[in-house]
């Protein structure tokens, strides 16, 4: 595919957006299917390496992975009433199959919590059986209205965990282990910075007691809800019967939990370390590192940088990019876009002189580097990258939460804002968890992202809606 | 779920197959889904093994993961003739999406060479932007009649290579290159030999111009079709418009392939090497190679055996099973019936000989082993044990392979062979490649398996049918 210029991000963040990701060879849109795209090799890739860092994290913390069908009988959705609510409107049904009408038409999963019950209820008879801790990773879908690439696609891929408890005190530790597990990831993988809270009543998860999630702010300011961890209470475990004995050999139900991140967190990748000139990738989610363009204007030249570009290459685990035709700055170029963390130049003058030229993405600065501490160094800058990519976007974060203590002053900071223009923050204020309080956020498209688990602000005050005392700020945004 | 007896093999296969399966934690019927499982903990991490040792050989040779949607739109299946005339009676249709009758309803991907010769056509302009060779782990759909766990479920999960190429020459050594990656991963990983052959052109993929398969043979006899690569051609370049510009500067239609295995393998695992007392799994594609069973009767001795029991085990990378309230021997009972390749026992008497003993699953063969020499010792016997389940294998391949001149030896051969009672055999006979040829056998339910790649008997002879030359002997017979 040709390569086209980039939108700045200044002039229209949402058109910037979209070239990033085509350009990244990340993703296209696939406009034969309502709401889907191709996940391109450079997206997929991206996508192994947080799967990677996920997975052994959920396993190491005892969770099995398991698979679910596709396919859920369409009652099933029914026997919790504010799931089926919820999710309804946005399902797939398959009417036909075998060449003949279904007596009963199933649904393609838009999530697993009722196949689950299902077989949670077949699985556990005791609390020797307890706790179950599944995982599955899987696409669903979600027939929605709006969409745009990774953050909203009617079919997307995800994990969904689902656990069993025989208490409400376990299940709950549980969701918070795995809020953590996404946080620690989002931060120390992503380098994106959240915040971990507690959805309000009315953004909670259709069936949930509660839900809790982490928020991330993209460079426009919008918040982005990076995953989702849900005290399912016992809603579940009634509707599909799953009980279990107790210690005291009573009969109870189950208390569950379920919580997934998706091909979403991609877009969040983007929106978060990109530039004007393309993709920006961490260094831990860059499934190229480094690669080294040789550079040569004679044929004479050409044996000797190709050789020792091949052999300083493997020393530091670099690809080097020898396809003909090519100049290097169409090559620089072609790097550039898709977001590798640091580009190599070597040359006759460089061979001449003992040294390679090394360039960081993010930054744009070059170096030459004595060959002999090139491994040394390209760690070394890979690291800070790493580090650099997660101070900005803390910095940015910080700079962009501002306190209000009227419904005023929060429309005043949010009521132009949108993803194409961009100025949105992250604003703090006192707000009652209550659907009536949401509902007036909405009257300008804010919402409340969630109630933070840690109070970082001033502590407990009035609601600036209903002025009864709550315990602390909230965090209200627009958001994706 | 409480543990039952296993049918034994020669009383009824197929009993015992799906014993083997639900014992063994591989999987279980999802009978509220038409034909449809849950994989289990332990089949599923026998997949995430199987996908390891195959995409590191895919990317290897060059082939990069995408991810196409699950929805075709239905008009796509209809540009290639022979291709909706094999998949329509197996498809599932979405009618309704989003609350709303469609316009034109989507099928579930019953396979994806249809969207992605969409997609290459967009991709593909030039001999430059050749070859392509993408790949894709993803859920498929076909609604069968008669299913069986992992053998055929109506939905499973597989991985399916697409590549465009600019000549037949190249497209075709793309296909054999897959066979031989196919055929590498099942004798050398799975431990199951298999024969590599071209399928008979009634038996081919539906669009293809030439399928190949790997045929392996079940415990029973009977064969399994393994894995699938197949030579495309110009079909469905020609049905999606995918050209490109060759070299000379002429329009020309990319020369495609596709190939994928299944978690079907996982079933040919099980017919392979499982037992009466249940799964039995190569060291290779063992979750667990090792558990430790720590055996003690008085309180005073639990301390010390435990103590050795996990400073072995870690020394090892073996699992302990500390698990209070079972007895040693339902851990080993336990251990056996999820193909726990060797189970390691360790009580107060062998702790004051300065051994332990070891037990390895598929001889049942113990030995006491100094425990200075327990790592070197365990590689040793978990390297044995995946030889000579290879080799079992091979041997009964062998042994159950004969000759046939005629179709009435033929018939005597393999008419009253069953999955259930086995005594299957792969019959070698010489056959036309002709539909007219297949359709006989079908009189008695055995098919054409392959026509082998290489010759291993007796050279060209007469078709049984038709008198005519053949350059070699076909397998036949009776297949999951």
């Known amino acids: 595919m040709a390569e086209s210029p980039i939108t700045a991000r200044g002039s229209d963040f949402a058109a910037w957006y979209q070239d990033v990701v085509l350009q990244g060879d990340l993703a296209e849109p696939a406009e034969i299917v309502k709401g889907c795209m191709v996940i391109k090799p450079n997206g997929y890739a991206v996508w192994e390496l947080l799967q990677r860092e996920l997975d052994d994290r959920f ?3 005892g969770h099995q992975n398991v698979y679910f069908p596709l396919l859920i009988p369409q009652s099933f959705l029914h026997k919790e009433a504010e799931h089926v609510e919820g999710f309804a409107p946005e399902l797939a049904v398959v009417t036909i199959a075998g060449g003949k009408q279904l007596e009963e038409p199933y649904v393609i999963r838009p999530t697993s919590e009722t196949i689950v019950g299902h077989f949670f209820s077949k699985w556990i008879q005791s609390w020797r059986d307890l706790p179950v801790l599944v995982n599955q990773w899987a696409n669903v879908l979600r027939w929605e209205l709006r969409t745009r690439m990774f953050l909203r696609t ?82 579940f475990g009634k509707a599909f019967g ?43 989610l860059a499934p190229t590192r480094a690669v080294l363009v040789p550079i040569y204007r004679k044929e004479e030249e050409r044996g000797r940088v190709l050789e020792a570009a091949h052999r300083m290459a493997a020393a530091v685990g670099a690809k080097v990019d020898t396809r003909e035709g090519l ?38 600065v070059k170096e030459a580097v004595p060959q002999a ?10 690291a800070a990258m790493q580090a650099d990519l997660y101070r900005a976007a803390r910095a940015r974060l910080e700079s962009n939460t501002v306190l209000a203590n009227s419904l005023e002053e929060v429309e005043s900071l949010l009521g132009e804002v949108t993803a194409e223009k961009g100025g949105g923050r992250f604003v703090m ?18 919402t409340v992202r969630c109630i933070p688990l840690a109070d970082a602000w001033d502590g407990p005050g009035k609601c600036i809606l209903t002025g009864e005392p709550v315990e602390r700020r909230v965090v209200i945004a627009k958001a994706y």
Chains 1, 2 share one sequence.
């Open 429 to 446: 204020a006192h707000l009652k968890n209550d659907p009536m309080c949401d509902a007036r956020l909405k009257e300008f498209k804010a």
């Open 59 to 61: 396993k190491a913390a």
């Open 154 to 235: 009617t079919e997307f891929l995800w994990q969904e965990g689902h656990t069993a408890h025989a208490t409400h005190e376990e299940a709950l530790a549980e969701v918070l282990r795995i809020l953590d597990i996404y946080a620690d990831v989002a931060e120390n993988v992503m380098a994106m910075p959240v915040i971990r809270g507690i959805k309000t009543q009315s953004e909670k998860f259709a069936g949930a007691l509660r839900s809790y999630s982490i928020e991330a702010m993209m460079q426009n300011g919008l918040a982005l809800q990076a995953g989702t961890s849900h005290d399912l209470g016992q809603n």
């Open 242 to 284: 799953v009980q279990f004995q107790n210690q005291q050999g009573r009969l109870d139900y189950v208390w569950q939990t379920s919580w997934g991140v998706s091909t979403r967190l991609i877009g969040g990748l983007v929106m978060s370390h990109s530039d004007d000139n393309g993709l920006v990738l961490p260094p831990k």
């Open 373 to 382: 501490e090139l491994s040394a160094r390209l760690a070394a800058v890979l």
């Open 327 to 364: 100049t290097p700055g169409a090559k620089f170029f072609h790097w550039e876009r898709r977001g590798v963390p640091v580009v190599l130049e070597l040359g006759p003058r460089d061979l001449n002189a003992g040294s390679i030229v090394l360039k960081r993405r993010d930054t744009g």
